[in-house]
């Protein structure tokens, strides 16, 4: 079966630090990946997606930028991180044109 | 473009009442559709998705969907609540851009707070 890990689940961090969030998959091969924000307990807005090594396609202009160095590993980094940028981070992963199954978040928060 | 509508922030039932939590959409094409549910803190959990054939999707953990074209609605239901089932629920519809690349863009309601009292 197929399980899908996020590092950290929390993270303070203050302005202009930097980000480095990471996400997992294992059970599978070349998955379609993904990037959320959650702001508010609400509404989820996609950030980034991947259909494969080193693809990386943006949704929304932002501090943030995401890379994909492994087929099952997606990161989401920020070299200075923003008031704004605060939210729950979701990774989520489907095989081609299917079913999105999401991890666990991170909790970022920051001050 | 794509979108989903979930009317109400909150929905209240007692255990062991039935409950309807409600989603309309509006697509181009066919719709394929979605439920999840997120508890406090967690990531988004499966509950089913529509795509063709049955009006009537059976889900996970005794949900159900019932998929309404004329009304372009895709309400999910349980006919008996527990208070387990407090949750918030999502209702997402497929975005058909880059879909002949394999990729899959959902389109998220804002949610609906489900509470369920013992």
């Known amino acids: 079966s197929q399980t899908i890990h996020q590092w950290p689940a929390t993270l303070v961090q203050p302005v202009g630090s930097p980000l480095s969030l990471e996400c997992t998959v294992e059970?599978?091969?070349?998955?379609?990946l993904y990037w959320y924000r959650q702001a508010a307990g609400r509404g989820l807005q996609l950030l980034f997606y991947?259909?494969?090594?080193?693809?990386i396609s943006s949704e929304v202009p932002q501090n943030l930028s995401a890379s994909r160095p492994q087929d099952r590993q997606f990161i989401l980094s920020s070299k200075k991180l923003l008031l704004s940028d605060s939210g729950f981070y979701l990774c989520a992963w489907s095989r081609r044109g299917n079913t999105q199954y999401f991890g666990p978040g991170t909790r970022l928060t920051v001050l | 473009a794509q979108s989903v509508a979930q009317p109400e922030d909150q929905v209240n039932v007692a255990e062991g009442n039935p409950l309807t939590v409600k989603c309309t959409y509006s697509v181009s094409g066919n719709p394929y559709l979605f439920w999840y549910v997120q508890y406090p803190n967690r990531g988004l959990q499966f509950l089913l998705k529509?795509?063709?054939?049955?009006?009537l999707v059976k889900g996970s953990y005794g949900f159900e969907a019932e998929f309404n074209k004329s009304q372009t609605s895709f309400h999910l239901k349980k006919p008996s609540a527990l208070v387990s089932d407090s949750a918030l629920y999502f209702c997402?519809?497929?975005?058909?851009?880059?879909?002949?690349?394999?990729?899959?863009?959902?389109?998220f309601g804002t949610g609906t707070r489900l509470l369920v009292s013992p």
């Open positions: 529509y795509i063709t054939g049955d009006n």
């Open positions: 997402a519809v497929r975005d058909p851009v880059g879909v002949n690349t394999g990729f899959q863009k959902l389109v």
């Open positions: 991947s259909v494969g090594i080193g693809q």
């Open positions: 059970g599978t091969s070349n998955p379609n």
